[in-house]
C-alpha cells in the first residue's frame, strides 16, 4: 500500500489522529512499519509531509550527542529514500534539528548538511566492498575544508568523527517482514519479458518486477525469493537490436565498459552469487511494452545524488563569502 494510503486509512478508521504531531510520533514508534514506507513518505514533498518530517526529527534527543552519534539513531529510524529531492529535504530538517540542539557546535546548518553527507560518503567508502579507493583521513579533511562559513572545521572533530565511522558502520535497519514480499507489494511495473543469460547465451522467460530503484526477475509469478537482483544505480537503459530476438532492450553501465554490473543471483545450489553480465539484454513481447519497460525503468534509475547535493551547497556557501 501506498504509505500516505496507509496513514489515511488508519486515520479514517479511528486508530490514529490526524494531529501531525501524533503521526510523526507513531511513525518514530515505529513498530511493525516499513522503514522503506517511512523515509519515503516523510520525503514527500507537500506541506504536510514536510511539517510531519520536521515534527519527526524532532522527536530525537540529539542535544550534547557528536555528529555521528545523531546521525546514527537519525538514520537507524527510517531508511534513506533514493530522490534526489527527498534526502534534501530529510537531511536540511535533521541538520536545523540538530544545530538548535547544539547550538555553537557549527557556524551554520550549511555545515551541518555538508558534513553529514560527507560522513555517509566516508561510511560507503570505508565499508562498501564494491568501493575499492577507500577515502582516507586526509582526503576526508581536504573535502570539508571551507566549509564552516568559509572557515576550516577543528582537525581533532574530524578525526574523531573519522575513527567513529572506521571504527563502527552505520547500521542500516532490515524492513520489517520475514521475506522480501513486502518489497513487491506495490510496484512500479511487473510483467513477463525474456532475458538472455549471462554465461549461457540462452533466453529465458522471467517475472520481472520494478521497484524501490531495483530490477527483480522471479522463476514463476508466486515466488517470493527473485532469482536476481539489479540494482539500478549509475545504469542506463536503450533499445537495442538482436538477430534472434525483437523488441529488445538494454541494461549497461556507460562509464565503465567492459565491467560486470554489480548485481547478484541464486545459482543452483541456492547461494548468492555476483552477477555475470556486462549489460544484460532484455526482450519483450511488443514494441509498445518495450518503450513502456524503458520509460519506467528511466524513472526509477538514480545517479547517486549525494555528490551533486553536497556540490550545490558548498557552492551556495561560496557564494556567501
Not at 581536504?142 to 568559509?150: L, P, Q, T
Not at 506495490?186 to 529465458?204: D, F, H, I
Request: net charge neutral; with cysteine; glycine share 6%.
Amino acid at each position: 500500500m501506498d504509505p500516505a494510503k496507509g496513514i489515511q486509512y488508519l486515520i479514517e478508521h479511528q486508530v490514529l489522529s490526524s494531529d501531525l504531531q501524533e503521526i510523526a510520533k507513531f511513525l518514530h514508534k515505529g513498530e511493525g512499519l516499513n522503514k522503506t514506507a517511512i523515509g519515503d513518505y516523510l520525503g514527500g514533498r507537500d506541506p504536510k509531509n514536510i511539517q510531519i518530517l520536521q515534527a519527526f526529527v524532532a522527536c530525537h534527543q540529539f542535544a550534547h550527542l557528536n555528529l555521528v552519534q545523531a546521525l546514527r539513531q537519525f538514520l537507524w529510524s527510517f531508511r534513506l529514500p533514493g530522490e534526489a529531492q527527498k534526502i534534501d529535504r530529510m537531511m536540511e530538517a535533521f541538520a536545523n534539528w540538530y544545530c538548535k540542539c547544539n547550538p555553537g557546535v557549527f557556524q551554520s546548518t550549511d555545515t551541518c548538511y555538508i558534513l553529514s553527507f560527507s560522513i555517509i560518503m566516508l561510511n560507503t567508502s570505508l565499508h562498501n566492498p564494491n568501493v575499492k579507493d577507500k577515502l582516507h583521513f586526509e582526503r576526508f579533511v581536504s573535502i570539508n575544508r571551507g566549509i564552516d562559513n568559509g572557515g576550516d572545521l577543528p582537525e581533532e572533530l574530524l578525526k574523531n568523527l573519522f575513527e567513529s565511522i572506521k571504527n563502527e558502520p552505520f547500521s542500516i535497519p532490515e524492513d520489517d517482514g520475514n521475506d522480501l514480499t513486502h518489497t513487491f507489494f506495490n510496484p512500479n511495473r511487473e510483467g513477463w519479458l525474456l532475458k538472455l543469460g549471462g554465461r549461457v547465451k540462452t533466453w529465458k522467460r522471467r517475472w520481472f518486477i520494478l521497484t524501490d530503484n531495483c530490477l527483480y526477475y522471479f522463476e514463476y509469478t508466486t515466488d517470493k525469493e527473485p532469482l536476481g537482483i539489479i540494482p539500478l544505480e549509475n545504469l542506463s537503459v536503450r533499445k537495442v537490436d538482436d538477430p534472434k530476438k525483437p523488441n529488445c532492450f538494454e541494461l549497461y553501465n556507460p562509464n565503465c565498459k567492459g565491467q560486470k554490473i554489480k548485481a547478484c543471483k541464486t545459482d543452483g545450489d541456492g547461494k548468492v552469487v555476483e552477477g555475470k553480465h556486462q549489460s544484460y539484454k532484455i526482450s519483450a513481447a511488443t514494441p509498445a511494452e518495450r518503450d513502456e519497460w524503458i520509460e519506467a525503468i528511466r524513472t526509477s534509475i538514480t545517479q547517486d545524488p549525494f555528490y551533486d547535493l553536497v556540490s550545490a551547497r558548498k557552492k551556495k556557501i561560496a557564494s556567501k563569502n
